[in-house]
Every structure is written in C-alpha cells, then in structure tokens.
C-alpha cells in the first residue's frame, strides 16, 4: 500500500496567489481530514470528509480556504488569495470506517511570501 | 471543549535511560486515545490506540498506559533512533470522527 499521497511537498507562492493542495487517500479508506500544523499551534483540523461528504469545517480559518473531495480516491485543499500568515504544513490524513486510527500523508510545506 | 497537555515540552535522555512522557486529557467521554510519532519533514506516524482505563499496549521499548485523566508513554532503554517528537490526540464521543492533539513531546535522545 502506496499510503496517503500528497502533492506538492513543497510550494512557495507569493501573498494572493491561489494555491492548491492534493490529497489521494489510502484505498479503502471513507474518510478523510485536513490538518495544518505550525510550531506556535500545533495540528489543528481544518475539515473532515466521510464518505466523500463534507462532516465539519469549524476548523476552516476563514472563507479564503475551501476543500472539495469530488470522489473517494482525490481531495483538494484551495486558499485563494493565499497570505503570509497560512504559511504552514498541510497534511491529509485518512482512516478506515471500522477502526479509529488515522494515518497521515507526507505533508505539504507551504511558504506564502 | 476538548484538551490535551503533554509534558514535558522537551525531553533529552542519554542512551538507554528509560523515562516516560505524559498526555493529560479532559473529554466528555473517551472513544480512544492515540500515540503518534512524528519525524522532522515527515507526517505523524500512528503508534497506539488506547480505549478503557488500565488498557497497556507494547511495541519494543514504547510502552503505553492510560488512566481516567492520563496517559503515559514509556521509553525503555532508549536509543538514538527513537529521538522524535511523540503527540497525543483524544477521540471524544461526542466529536464525530475528530481528534484533537497536544502540542508534543521532542524527544532527544544521545549516545
């Protein structure tokens, strides 16, 4: 198993450009989370999927992010206009319905200049 | 709201000097409690699940308990290899499929 993959690993963009991050789940997996993880916050969910469906986007900082799942085996993660502040590392994590563990892709380490 | 406080903050240990890390928690009702190890650039990689009070699982020198309030993760005879930062998440019963997780432990462990 492949695991979950992430892309980019890494992206450097400048402050209002839009940027996209891609998620492919472990296959077999019905749900899946995106987190963001700086050093003064620790992890901090953004929004999770099951089922393809979107179940709670409180985390979402504000409406310059927004994430689709548009099928079981793809998920992306939008901010538009990006800013300095959501410079981070973003991760996807996925897990199977029957048990409680989630397991984290690589991430992806945005730099927002 | 749920929360989880690791201490310490950072730990350096000489090889082969054991110690333990700590996750306190509040919930409303545990669903489990998770042992994550993350390496620098890479992402957090599952450990243990934790689900009733006195529940114990083992995986070569990591140990981990779980009381009411607590849980601790033990490190025998440690090695320079299991440096890393060690993170704590709760699965409350009434959070849907969220975990929350504590900022780590960075373990540094020298020969």
């Known amino acids: 198993d492949a695991g979950v993959i992430q892309s980019p690993r890494h992206e450097v963009t400048e402050m209002g450009q839009e940027v996209t991050l891609r998620c492919k789940p472990i296959?077999?997996?019905?749900?899946l989370f995106w987190y963001r993880q700086t050093m003064m916050r620790g992890l901090e969910l953004l929004i999770y999927?099951?089922?393809?469906?979107?179940?709670?986007d409180s985390g979402m900082p504000e409406d310059r992010f927004s994430a689709k799942m548009p099928n079981a085996s793809f998920s992306t993660l939008k901010i538009q206009p990006s800013e300095p502040r959501d410079s981070a590392v973003y991760f996807c994590?996925?897990?199977?319905?029957?048990?409680?563990?989630?397991?984290f892709g690589p991430g992806t380490r945005l730099t927002v200049l | 709201e749920d929360q989880v406080t690791q201490s310490p903050e950072a730990l350096r240990l000489q090889e082969g000097e054991s110690s333990s890390l700590n996750c306190s928690y509040t919930?409303?009702?545990?669903?489990?409690l998770f042992w994550y190890r993350q390496d620098p650039g890479k992402g957090p990689e599952f450990l243990f699940t934790?689900?009733?009070a006195g529940e114990e699982k083992e995986k070569e020198r990591l140990k981990a308990t779980l009381t009411k309030k607590e849980s601790f993760l033990h490190i025998t005879a440690p090695k320079p290899e299991d440096s890393a930062t060690y993170l704590c998440?709760?699965?409350?019963?009434?959070?849907?499929?969220?975990?929350?997780f504590g900022t780590g432990t960075q373990l540094k462990v020298e020969l």
């Open positions: 994590a996925s897990r199977e319905q029957t048990y409680n563990e989630q397991f």
């Open positions: 296959s077999g997996h019905n749900s």
């Open positions: 999927f099951n089922n393809n469906v979107p179940i709670d």
């Open positions: 919930v409303s009702g545990l669903r489990g």
């Open positions: 934790l689900y009733s």
């Open positions: 998440a709760v699965h409350d019963t009434g959070g849907g499929n969220k975990l929350t």
